[in-house]
Each structure stands twice: as structure tokens, then as C-alpha cells.
């Protein structure tokens, strides 16, 4: 048993963004336990100011690469919610599906890429190429299936150029949607066989428990509460675990859910609610909304015995692994919704207003808030934002302060090694989370 | 011949464009045959200080990070680039735009002054360091990415494309974006990309920087066409080109 303990992880390594992890144990005392946020800001709630409404979402979607269409596409709306303008169900439903596609080419990649080697007992998935080939070119092939799902919809495959405020710029065609929908018929054995994969090693996931509470949309959409989007990634307004009966609070009022405030030991600010911190991810989603998931999800989720009200964060990449059958069950939903309706041209007239608008979407890793002011001409006076990973750091340093004690005694190589599992867990985005702040805008 | 030692690094960017080596998919395990991968934060634990090409994603935006940029520059033969943020410094340049307290202050408040939220005038690596090869974009290109490489370890010079983005657009039959009153900076901005913004149906907004000489007069042409002034096709500049 070590008495003492000296861990300095200098970035963080497969996470998005830099982090530190650094703990002093001196003769069984902790005298210093932190995640550090050293992630380069960059000011991009500055950086709008003075565009034009429809260059807000080309502008703040490179806030991340991982999460460019979510924030292109919570961005899109704040505008549109600023501007009044309303989108047509059949955007509404190709917007969802271009989402769904980046949920599942980012847990895929989360699970598969960052995760699995930790639970191999390996330092990246490379050295899995050669002991573990076919598992990997599963994952592989389900990536690149997402990929290119959201290259018809979004015209590329990051940094989608197919969002403007009140539409889209560019349609799919039926014949490229019955190409998705065969695709993604196509892999949901290779969902399966993930799974297994996983399952073959998810006794490698920390037993560790922290009560927290949860925050996560909850659907509100008068059009999808008896569909399979009841468990809802995109529309609907803000609940959580601690909420206890109070009625969910609308996006509007999204900073009142937040109360962001700056963290001496990180660049990126930190939030919390109605305890010291909360957790937004994949788990956080399932714990508000578990019973609504699809039937594919429940059957990941009972592979793996997770069940709503779960508070072992380790468990949010199987959360992620439920949310990924999910969706593709989802998709095949509204393909078929939108090819049984055809396909209809639209066109997008856009007045420009002075106003100022907000919105609430799930990024993979958790709830993402945008909001905007613009002029009578329609130029950017003022953003706000805060990113998921923000909401997670105060929770990443509570976890911290419970696992540390808790495990000590295995000795400093194996503390290590969770609490950078723990962060990892997260699915954190750090660069997102450093890049979109308070904003005040003082004329 | 052993395997050149490849390290990629990142500064302040969006990791979009690593993402993008990522989605190169079933090919990423020829890749990493051909090469020796030795560090890769975002992908992989392993460390290392001997590299033989240095890959950069990101712009400069600290005294630290240039001084980090500084000795991965003296550690590699070859440093590359990758991305807008790195080659021409891409979004993070709108700061520059700004007073830097002011910025400073419009993020964080009166907590601005606190040191760990220090930051300079955003630039690209070439600003910094010497750079041997750009893979330009806002994100790259997976295609063009692979081609660069490819023709590294043959010892090929790579070829980039110094003619505008407007020869691809038409060579895939694209309206042009001005019938449709957008201002898009195709005329301008170097190609490679395949144009898939205009295709997409909105305007090329020039993440891939200028061409080296861009022809002012054919530019100046098309804005006169349609009613339109050279300040207008600068105006649009701001995104990815600020100075």
C-alpha cells in the first residue's frame, strides 16, 4: 500500500482538447486532487460580433470539429428563433437526420477509437489492428457509414454547409435517403457485434458510484412525443434528475439552468445547478428519459444491465452504445416518414429583424446552449454559449475528490489510470468547451 | 528502411481536421503501416521526442505555444501545416479584428485579468516557423491528405492546386453562386477542395486562402457584372483571411 502518491498526467491523452490531471497523496493525505482546463481560448463569442446572421453557424460550427453539426445546428436555430422564422416539418426531419449522424459517428468513435483500448488494456486502438481485426474494421465500417450519412446531408462530412436560417440549402434526394436506409439496415448487426465486443471486456469498467444530478433535454414537440424521438436529442425543453416534479425550463431560460462562473484551476468556466456541479452526456439522456429509448436500445442497455438512475460515469460509454442503436433505429423512422411523404422543393426568404433568440440541442457529449442578438440589419451584437464539456468539469472534479480516497490503496499506476478513464468517460470536448464563454456586449 | 516517425501536435483549432485523418476510415491501417505514428494525443498515449515529420493543426495563440511550436520546429525534418487554423490562421484570426483586452474582457468579464486566460495576436505556423508543405482547408480534405503523404514517402514534392476554386465549381457544372445575389469568393480562394460549398449550394467562404496571385482584375470583372464592389468581396474575406 503507497503512502504516497505523485500523478501529473500533462494533457490528458484520446480526449478532445487538453486537460491535466494532478494529485499529491502525502502519508495517506490528499493535499492536492484537480482537473485542469489549460485548453488555448478562443473567443469566439468576441469573434461574432458584427457578422452577418448567416454567417453565424459557418462561423461557431468550427468551435468543434467533433460537434461542428450540433453546433451548426443549435446555432441555426438561436438565429431562426431570433429572426422568427420557422422551418417546414421536412426540414425539421432532414435536420434530425443529419444530427443522428453525427451522434452515431461520435459515440461510435468515443466507444470504439478512445475508449475499447483502455478496456484491451492498450495505449490506442492500433495495436488492436493486428490482434483485433475484424472487431476493428466493425467499428470502422459503422463510422464511415455515419460519415457518410452526414456527407449527403450536410454536403461534407464536418463543418456541414448545408444549414441556413429558415431551411437548407440543398435537400437529399429519395433515391440518396433509400441509400442511407440501406446502409444503415446494413450495420445494425455490426451494432451488435460493437456490443458483444465490449461486453467481452466491460468488467474492465471501474465499479464507482458518485450520486449527482443529471441534466439532459426532455421532448416537449407536440410531433414526435408518440414517436421513437420522444427520447429526444433535439427539440424540447431542459429537465433534470434533481428537478423532483418542477416542470422543465425552456431553452430561453437555458442560463439560469447553467450559472456558469469562472474556475481558477481551467480556461474553460464552470456551471452548476442544483447541487455543486452536474453531469451532461449520454448517461444524463438516459437517466431523464430511459423508458422512451428505442427497442434496440433497451436490449443494449439490458446486455449491459444499465438501468435509469445509474450514477457510475464509467457507464456513460454503454449509455453510448444504447443511444447508438437508438438512433439508427430512429433514422430508419424518419426516412421512412419523409419517402412516404416525397420529397418537396422549398425556398428560404429571409427578412432580417432586430432580435434576439435562444436554443438547446444534445451534442453527443451532452446539452449545448447557443444564443444571439442581432440588429435591424441583421448583424451579430451579442452570443452566449455553453458547451456540455463546461458542464462536466466541475462534475469530472467531484468524481475526482470521491475516486481518489476510494482507491488509493491499489497505488499510484492504477489511480492513474482511472481517473484518466474517468475523464474520458465524459467523452469531453475540451476545445468546445474553452471556446464559447459569457459574453456581454457592451456598445 | 525503417518507417519515418510522424508526430501530430495541435494548437488552438477545432481538432476537425484530425478528425478528418480519422475519417479516412478502412485506410487509416495502411497509413499507419506505411508510417510509424509516434504521438497523437487525441488517438493514442504514446509519446515521443524523435520525429522525423511534424504534423501542426492549429493557430498560435499564446507565448507558450510558440515556444512549444519553436521546438517541435527543431526536433522535425519535415513540419507540415494542417488546416486553415495552421496555415492561414482560419476563424481565430477574426480576433485580430479587435482590441485584445476588449476581447479578453467580452469573454470573461471582470475575471479578464486572471492569468491563465493570457492570450496574443492569433497566427498561422508559417508566422512562427519555417513550414514545408501546407495541406490547406476548413477541415482538410481526407483525398488531399492522403495524396500529400503518399507523395512524401515517394519523395515526391505534393501538388497543390494554385489556380481558383471556380475551375472546380464549373467542372461540376455548379450555377454560379453570384445568380443566386450571394458574394462567393471562388474567383479567389485556391482550389483542391472540389468545391463542395458552392455544390452544397452556398457560397465558397475561403478557408483554403488566397491563391498565390490572385487575379484582381477577373475578380473585379465579375463584381462589376453584378452590380458589386471589390469592399464587398473584401467584407467577405473577414471569415477565414483576416489579417
Known amino acids: 500500500m503507497s503512502k504516497n502518491i505523485n500523478i501529473n498526467v500533462h494533457h490528458v491523452t484520446r480526449i478532445e482538447g487538453h486537460g491535466n490531471i494532478v494529485v499529491n497523496v502525502t502519508d495517506g493525505t490528499i493535499e492536492k486532487c484537480q482537473w485542469q482546463v489549460p485548453e488555448a481560448p478562443r473567443f469566439f463569442e468576441a469573434m461574432v460580433r458584427g457578422r452577418r446572421y448567416d454567417d453565424i453557424q459557418t462561423i461557431v460550427s468550427r468551435i468543434c470539429g467533433i460537434c461542428s453539426i450540433s453546433h451548426s445546428l443549435v446555432a441555426t436555430r438561436a438565429v431562426e428563433d431570433a429572426l422568427k422564422l420557422e422551418v417546414s416539418e421536412q426540414t425539421d426531419r432532414v435536420r434530425h437526420l443529419l444530427h443522428f449522424s453525427e451522434l452515431l459517428q461520435s459515440h461510435v468513435l468515443h466507444v470504439g477509437y478512445l475508449v475499447a483500448p483502455d478496456l484491451f488494456g492498450e495505449k490506442s486502438v492500433v495495436p488492436l489492428i493486428p490482434k483485433a481485426t475484424d472487431a476493428v474494421k466493425t467499428i470502422i465500417k459503422a463510422h464511415r457509414v455515419a460519415n457518410q450519412m452526414s456527407a449527403i446531408l450536410g454536403g461534407r462530412i464536418t463543418h456541414p454547409v448545408t444549414l441556413r436560417p429558415g431551411g437548407m440549402t440543398r435537400l437529399p434526394t429519395e433515391e440518396q435517403l433509400r441509400a442511407i436506409k440501406s446502409e444503415l439496415e446494413a450495420i445494425v448487426p455490426d451494432l451488435v457485434t460493437i456490443c458483444e465486443v465490449v461486453l467481452s471486456v466491460a468488467d474492465q469498467l471501474p465499479n464507482f458510484t458518485r450520486e449527482t444530478e443529471y441534466v439532459s433535454l426532455t421532448q416537449t414537440h407536440p410531433r414526435y412525443m408518440e414517436s421513437l424521438n420522444a427520447y429526444s436529442f433535439y427539440h424540447g425543453d431542459i429537465t433534470s434528475t434533481d428537478c423532483n416534479g418542477d416542470g422543465p425550463v425552456p431553452p430561453s431560460r437555458w442560463e439560469r439552468v447553467a450559472n456558469e462562473y469562472v474556475s481558477p484551476q481551467s480556461t474553460a468556466k464552470w456551471t452548476k445547478w442544483h447541487r455543486d456541479s452536474y453531469a451532461a452526456c449520454a448517461l444524463a439522456r438516459f437517466n431523464n428519459q430511459a423508458e422512451k429509448i428505442s427497442p434496440l436500445g433497451k436490449k443494449v442497455a439490458g446486455m449491459f444491465g444499465l438501468e435509469k438512475g445509474c450514477c457510475n460515469p464509467y457507464m456513460n460509454s454503454v449509455a453510448q452504445l444504447a443511444e447508438c442503436a437508438h438512433v439508427v433505429e430512429t433514422s430508419l423512422e424518419f426516412i421512412d416518414t419523409l419517402l412516404s411523404k416525397g420529397i418537396e422543393p422549398e425556398t428560404v426568404n429571409v427578412t432580417p429583424r432586430a432580435g434576439r433568440g435562444h436554443a438547446a440541442i444534445e451534442a453527443p457529449r451532452g446539452i449545448l446552449f447557443h444564443s444571439y442578438e442581432f440588429d435591424k440589419n441583421g448583424e451579430c451584437v451579442w452570443g452566449n454559449c455553453c458547451i456540455p464539456t463546461n458542464q462536466n468539469h466541475a462534475n469530472i472534479q467531484h468524481d475526482f475528490e470521491k475516486l481518489v480516497p476510494e482507491f488509493m490503496d491499489e497505488g499510484e499506476d492504477a489511480l492513474r489510470q482511472k481517473m484518466e478513464m474517468l475523464v474520458r468517460s465524459y467523452d469531453p470536448c475540451v476545445s468546445c468547451s474553452t471556446h464559447y464563454l459569457d459574453i456581454e456586449f457592451i456598445k | ?243
Not at chain 2, 485579468?113 to 492569433?122: E, K
Request: charged content about 25%; glycine content about 6%.
Open chain 2, 1 to 243: 528502411m525503417s518507417k519515418p516517425r510522424v508526430a501530430i501536435f495541435d494548437f488552438a483549432c477545432c481538432e476537425g481536421c484530425q478528425l478528418q485523418i480519422v475519417n479516412i476510415e478502412e485506410e487509416i491501417i495502411d497509413l499507419v503501416g506505411a508510417v510509424d505514428v509516434v504521438e497523437w494525443r487525441e488517438a493514442m498515449s504514446e509519446q515521443s521526442h524523435e520525429y522525423d515529420i511534424a504534423i501542426i493543426e492549429g493557430s498560435i495563440t499564446r507565448p507558450e505555444d510558440e515556444h512549444r511550436v519553436q521546438i517541435i520546429r527543431t526536433r522535425a525534418k519535415i513540419l507540415i501545416a494542417l488546416g486553415a487554423c495552421a496555415t492561414i490562421g482560419g476563424v481565430n484570426k477574426m480576433k485580430n479584428n479587435f482590441d485584445l483586452n476588449e476581447v479578453k474582457r467580452c469573454v470573461y468579464g471582470q475575471d479578464a485579468g486572471m492569468p491563465h486566460l493570457a492570450t496574443t495576436t492569433t497566427r498561422a505556423v508559417h508566422e512562427v516557423v519555417d513550414v514545408d508543405y501546407k495541406i490547406h482547408g476548413c477541415p482538410i480534405e481526407g483525398e488531399e491528405f492522403k495524396r500529400i503523404i503518399r507523395d512524401l514517402l515517394l519523395g515526391k514534392t505534393p501538388f497543390v492546386p494554385n489556380y481558383p476554386v471556380c475551375v472546380e465549381c464549373k467542372e461540376r457544372e455548379n450555377v454560379c453562386r453570384y445568380e443566386y445575389n450571394e458574394i462567393c469568393l471562388g474567383p479567389i480562394i485556391r482550389a483542391g477542395c472540389g468545391a463542395p460549398c458552392p455544390t452544397a449550394q452556398w457560397r465558397c467562404f475561403g478557408c483554403r486562402g488566397l491563391v498565390d496571385n490572385p487575379n484582381v482584375d477577373a475578380a473585379q470583372e465579375v463584381m462589376e457584372q453584378y452590380n458589386l464592389t471589390l469592399d464587398d468581396l473584401k467584407q467577405k474575406m473577414v471569415l477565414f483571411n483576416s489579417k
